[in-house]
């Protein structure tokens, strides 16, 4: 079964860091691309990260230069390193499994998402 | 990056037909047929509804259909059941190499 399951999450302190992990079974990590998204409490998506197969990583302006996205091939997982957290960043974080289609390649879509970790940043 | 517009909520009965909009700019919506729509109840993950404006992943009904015209994403969803009830999100890829999703819209079924 393809299934995505995060950990990590908790209590952190304002300027605390947190790593979220992100393990996947059913597929391999490292032959698509991966997202984080989050969602504040009550609020809507908010689209976080990404790693490419190739390894390139993109991030939104809101956690440029604070988290890292990244991937361990042989645990077949993704993780987001969170560093210098802020209230702001509390939130539910899901991770998600970029969709390709074998004949038209990536959609720019996610089809496979994790049940979320969330994380509270308050002191 | 600023999020798309949706309305924040729309209602309809069983069996009618609702359309939720979704309106981004030239750099997202407007400038690229990636715009999907993903349906979340309280409490659960995200699915996946629409792909690439208009096309439904494997196991999606046939009731939701999407489209887009300049700016502006629709998803429609016909034959309206209970099981509709949820909460509706476009996303768009943005020419930041990022991705930008809509504010949500709240779906009631009456």
């Known amino acids: 079964e393809v299934q995505l399951v995060e950990s990590g999450g908790g209590l952190v302190q304002p300027g605390g860091s947190l790593r979220l992990s992100c393990a996947a079974s059913?597929?391999?990590?490292?032959?698509?691309?991966m997202s984080w998204v989050r969602q504040a409490p009550g609020k809507g998506l908010e689209w976080v990260s990404v790693?490419?197969?190739?390894?390139?990583?993109y991030y939104a302006d809101s956690v440029k230069g604070r988290f890292t996205i990244s991937r361990d091939n042989s645990k077949n997982t993704l993780y987001l390193q969170m560093n210098s957290l802020r209230a702001e960043d509390t939130a539910v974080y899901y991770c998600?499994?970029?969709?390709?289609?074998?004949?038209?390649?990536?959609?720019?879509?996610?089809?496979?998402w994790g049940q979320g970790t969330m994380v509270t940043v308050s002191s | 990056q600023s999020a798309l517009t949706q309305p924040a909520s729309v209602s309809g009965s069983p069996g009618q037909s609702i359309t939720i909009s979704c309106t981004g700019t030239?750099?997202?919506?407007?400038?690229?047929?990636?715009v999907s729509w993903y349906q979340q109840h309280p409490g659960k993950a995200p699915k996946l509804m629409i792909y690439?404006?208009?096309n439904r992943p494997s196991g999606v009904s046939n009731r939701f259909s999407g489209s887009k015209s300049g700016n502006t994403a629709s998803l429609t969803i016909s034959g309206l059941q209970a099981e509709d009830e949820a909460d509706y999100y476009c996303s768009s890829y943005t020419s930041s190499s990022s991705w930008v999703f809509g504010g949500g819209t709240k779906l009631t079924v009456l």
């Open positions: 998600a499994r970029g969709m390709e289609l074998e004949r038209r390649g990536v959609t720019n879509a996610f089809d496979i």
């Open positions: 059913g597929f391999t990590v490292s032959s698509n691309y």
């Open positions: 790693i490419y197969s190739g390894g390139s990583t």
């Open positions: 030239s750099s997202d919506v407007g400038g690229y047929n990636y």
């Open positions: 690439e404006v208009s």
